[in-house]
């Protein structure tokens, strides 16, 4: 069964960076696209980025165009979140989630996405 582990959230000051990892450990994420989300208190889960499997495709929501950048290492497992220039209205608990597909593109949408992590707090705040 694949497992999902977010880690790199935290506070952090307006205007500053982070970078959120997601890890399958002892799993390969080859065959799987891969999706950021996030939700904020009182607000609906929403659709941050997402990766194709073999990293080719990607895709922002528009609030984050320019300031996130999604990448991935399947030798490692791993997908990457780098955010930049942070601004309060990205506080939320982020969580990356895995859709098993080898099509050469991805969704950032929650139903095809069968695989999630636990979430990491990011939090936004001076």
């Known amino acids: 069964q694949l497992q999902l582990v977010e880690s790199g959230g935290g506070l952090v000051q307006p205007g500053g960076s982070l970078r959120l990892s997601c890890a399958a450990p002892?799993?390969?994420?080859?065959?799987?696209?891969i999706g950021w989300f996030r939700q904020a208190p009182g607000k609906e889960r929403e659709g941050v980025s997402c990766?194709?499997?073999?990293?080719?495709?990607?895709n922002y929501a528009d609030s984050v165009k320019g300031r996130f950048t999604i990448s991935r290492d399947n030798a490692k497992s791993t997908v990457y979140l780098q955010m930049k220039r942070l601004k309060p209205e990205d506080t939320a608990i982020y969580y990356c989630a895995a859709s098993l597909t080898v099509q050469p593109m991805c969704l950032m949408t929650s139903s095809t996405h069968g695989y999630w992590g636990q979430g990491t707090q990011v939090t936004v705040s001076s």
């Open positions: 990766i194709s499997s073999s990293g080719g495709s990607t």
């Open positions: 002892g799993f390969a994420l080859d065959y799987y696209a």
